[in-house]
């Protein structure tokens, strides 16, 4: 992980995150924070939306904090009506074998898709979420667990858009 904060210093495009640490240093996480702030753009995918637990900047980054996951079980994500990812041509709902992960939502974020829930109707959490962060841009996709969600086509078109939306090449907001 402590590389990271030099990666940050030489300004890629983009940082992608495809990890699980329960924690990092704090220059390492103001390092990521600056950059984003600065106009840079991070992709959080699985398990980085549930890393460095109680870390406040790192949460704030991202706008939620991590609360928890359900067991392993095949579910749909579905696009979420009038969200800005509606106007993408995106596919209406995919199905993955993977775990729900839940958050405590803080700061405004854009949901582009939703869990099916069928434990809880009526509460389906956040599958896939972007926000602004200072001058840059931040996206967290919480599918991702096993190879096979990699290998559906409607997981590589979102995440292409995503990706789309972090680095500015489109005109939708």
Do not use: Q
């Not at 390092?31 to 549930?50: K, M, N, Q, T």
């Not at 199905?95 to 898709?113: A, I, L, N, P, S």
């Amino acid at each position: 992980m402590h590389r990271l904060a030099g990666i940050c210093e030489g300004r890629p495009d983009i940082v992608g995150l495809y990890i699980h640490h329960p924690r990092a240093e704090p220059p390492v996480v103001a390092a990521l924070c600056r950059y984003v702030s600065e106009g840079g753009a991070l992709l959080a995918i699985h398990g980085a939306s549930a890393s460095f637990k109680g870390n406040g900047s790192y949460s704030d980054l991202l706008g939620a904090s991590f609360t928890g996951h359900r067991r392993l079980s095949h579910r749909e994500i579905r696009l979420v009506a009038g969200g800005p990812s509606s106007l993408l041509g995106l596919p209406e709902s995919v199905g993955v074998t993977d775990e729900v992960y839940e958050h405590e939502f803080h700061r405004d974020v854009d949901v582009w898709y939703r869990w099916d829930d069928l434990d809880s109707p009526g509460s389906a959490p956040p599958a896939v979420w972007t926000r602004r962060y200072g001058d840059g841009r931040v996206a967290c996709v919480t599918p991702g667990h096993r190879a096979a969600v990699w290998r559906s086509p409607g997981v590589a078109e979102i995440i292409s858009a995503v990706v789309t939306w972090l680095l500015h090449t489109e005109s939708f907001s």
